[in-house]
Each structure stands twice: as C-alpha cells, then as structure tokens.
C-alpha cells in the first residue's frame, strides 16, 4: 500500500513539474487590474463599441512565476513574451462569430529587446510571431507605439470586417495623453 501511494505521489509530482516547464502565455481568470493608462484605452473601445460593455470575458494575459530553462525562478510568458508591461483579452460575440480582442502595453523607458523586436516586426511587417516556428499573427500598433493591438474574428461577413477595421483604425490613430 505504502509503495503505491508512494508512486501515486511521484507520479502527480512529476505532472505538475512538466506542466509547470513552458513558456506558453498564461491567463488568469480574476479580476483584472490595469493601469490607468491601458484603461483609458479600454475606455475609448467601449465607448466606439469595439469591446462591447456586457457579455464579454476580459482575462489579464499575466506572466507565471516558475523554473525556466535555466534552473532559475523568474516571471514567463504572457505579456512577456512580446516585451510589453501589461496586457489583456477580451472574447466576446459579434454577429455570431467568436471575437478575441488583445491589447498590450509598452513603456518606451524600459523596453527591452523583445519589446524592440515586437515593434519593429509590427512596423515592417505587421506581424509578430509568438516562439519559435509558430504562424504569424497580424497586430497593429497606436500612433505613439506604446500600444499593440490583435484583432481576431474568423468570420468573412461584411458586417464584421467593418467593425474589425474600424476599430483598427481607431486603435492605429490612438496617442497617450
């Protein structure tokens, strides 16, 4: 009995160890705290109807404290792993077709060579690429390039492209006061 618990116990160690090894972005599903910066942001996407006010999930794409590669304890993945200092998804319905909706924040004073990376990719290509050999994603980056925005909706219906590129095209005009 006590040489099953005991491999019972080592196999439930050795799960959580490799499930706890990536570097995949992690999200939380509590209440999200933004800074005042990304919430004026927000603001002005509900205000335009580009986050709807109700019926829509808001998850903190937040960083995870575990052993990298290197045996060391630090902060992996989420927003991270672009070189922003925050972020954060909204999934919702439009039109019947699934919508997420990312943005993440960069401080001009603090970025570091990934932060630079995801920019410059965002300006010359208009896209990032999140790991190594994963697709391409379009993201778009506000006027003052401090802000990133990815905007997903599979659905090719009119009405869905409009509201896709016009809130775009807000975000792609938008500057920090």
């Given at each position: 009995?006590?040489?099953i618990?005991?491999?019972?116990?080592?196999?439930?160690?050795?799960?959580?160890?490799v499930?706890?090894?990536?570097?995949?972005?992690?999200?939380?599903?509590?209440?999200v705290?933004?800074?005042?910066?990304?919430e004026?942001?927000?603001?002005?996407?509900?205000?335009?109807?580009?986050?709807?006010?109700?019926?829509?999930?808001?998850?903190?794409?937040?960083?995870?404290?575990?052993?990298?590669?290197?045996?060391?304890?630090?902060?992996?993945?989420?927003?991270?792993?672009?070189?922003?200092?925050?972020?954060?998804?909204?999934?919702?319905?439009?039109?019947?077709?699934?919508v997420?909706?990312?943005?993440?924040?960069?401080?001009?004073?603090?970025?570091?060579?990934?932060?630079?990376?995801?920019i410059?990719?965002?300006?010359?290509?208009g896209?990032?690429?999140?790991?190594?050999?994963?697709?391409?994603?379009k993201?778009y980056?506000?006027a003052?390039?401090?802000?990133l925005?990815?905007?997903?909706?599979?659905?090719?219906?009119?009405?869905?492209?409009?509201?896709?590129?016009?809130a775009?095209?807000?975000?792609?005009?938008?500057?920090?006061?």
């Amino acid at each position: 009995m006590k040489k099953i618990l005991a491999m019972i116990a080592s196999i439930i160690m050795v799960a959580v160890f490799v499930t706890g090894c990536g570097v995949a972005p992690q999200t939380t599903q509590k209440k999200v705290k933004l800074s005042s910066q990304l919430e004026v942001l927000e603001k002005g996407m509900k205000n335009k109807g580009f986050i709807p006010k109700k019926d829509v999930t808001k998850t903190e794409m937040s960083p995870v404290k575990q052993e990298g590669t290197d045996g060391k304890m630090g902060e992996y993945g989420g927003y991270l792993i672009i070189g922003a200092v925050e972020g954060v998804r909204y999934s919702f319905k439009y039109n019947e077709s699934d919508v997420n909706l990312e943005m993440y924040r960069f401080d001009p004073k603090k970025l570091d060579e990934t932060g630079k990376k995801t920019i410059s990719d965002v300006k010359s290509t208009g896209e990032i690429s999140i790991g190594e050999g994963e697709s391409k994603i379009k993201a778009y980056l506000s006027a003052d390039e401090k802000y990133l925005l990815i905007y997903q909706d599979s659905s090719t219906e009119k009405k869905n492209q409009t509201k896709m590129n016009d809130a775009i095209e807000y975000f792609k005009g938008y500057k920090e006061k």
